[in-house]
């Protein structure tokens, strides 16, 4: 259940290369990137708009060797999204 929402949280620009799951904190960490920070800023305002999103946390953004951006996102998610 968990990847079928979270995929309709991720912005068609912005992907997640890696993704580490603490269920017991309900805690997603994510490595992105994505070619702009234009599409990084949209990708935080759907999770802000999120019900299933309790809070985030970006850092260590920065310029991609491609020229788009990476960054570092934690997110605390509501319970109900890591239930089968």
Not at 6 to 25: G, T
Not at 26 to 54: M, N, W
Not at 57 to 75: D, P, Q, Y
Request: hydrophobic share 40%; aromatic share 12%.
């Amino acid at each position: 259940k968990f990847f079928k929402n979270f995929e309709l949280l991720v912005h068609p620009r912005v992907w997640f290369p890696k993704i580490n799951l603490d269920l017991n904190k309900g805690q997603v960490s994510l490595s992105g990137k994505t070619d702009s920070f234009q599409h990084l800023t949209q990708q935080l305002a759907i999770l802000k708009g999120s019900p299933l999103v309790e809070k985030y946390e970006l850092s260590g953004i920065s310029l991609a060797e491609n020229g788009g951006v990476k960054f570092e996102l934690v997110l605390t998610m509501k319970p109900e999204i890591f239930k089968y």
